[in-house]
């Protein structure tokens, strides 16, 4: 599934990013045919905010269908955001854009982290969330985090 994650990362015309860079993963379930249950780490930086990298925890499948990308993955992961170097907008931000996207399987389901401007407190929130096509309302699990942008 992880390959199928990057293949699928991001909607062309939302946001424009770079593939994730995966960072870890560790096993949960194991599996006797096919890969292990497993949470996965990566790491995305924003592509609109110098300075900015996310890393995401998510739940991923293992068994014959997950090994074969065709399980969907758990509407279960959490986010935090960091300020990896000096924080700089590039240009003008939307109040809200969703900027990461991926695919929770090979078909309905996708993961997706919106960014938001506080312009106020000069604050970026990052929120992750899932959306679930056979079901009208999606997910109710979420995560955000928040980045300060210096002054």
């Avoid at 938001?116 to 969330?129: A, N, P, S």
Wanted: with cysteine.
């Amino acid at each position: 599934m992880a390959f199928l994650l990057a293949a699928t990362l991001a909607h062309p015309a939302e946001a424009g990013t770079a593939d994730p860079a995966r960072i870890g993963d560790v096993s949960t379930t194991f599996r006797v045919l096919g890969r292990n249950d497993q949470i996965v780490v990566e790491r995305y930086d924003d592509p609109k905010v110098d300075g900015v990298s996310c890393y995401m925890s998510r739940a991923e499948k293992g068994g014959v269908k997950g090994s074969l990308g065709f399980a969907t993955d758990p509407s279960r992961f959490s986010i935090a955001c960091r300020a990896t170097g000096p924080v700089s907008l590039k240009g003008q931000l939307p109040d809200k854009e969703v900027v990461f996207g991926a695919s929770a399987n090979w078909l309905f389901k996708e993961i997706r982290v919106t960014r938001m401007w506080d312009r106020e407190k000069r604050v970026l929130v990052y929120l992750v969330w899932s959306t679930q096509a056979l079901t009208p309302e999606g997910s109710p699990y979420n995560s955000v985090s928040a980045v300060a942008v210096d002054r």
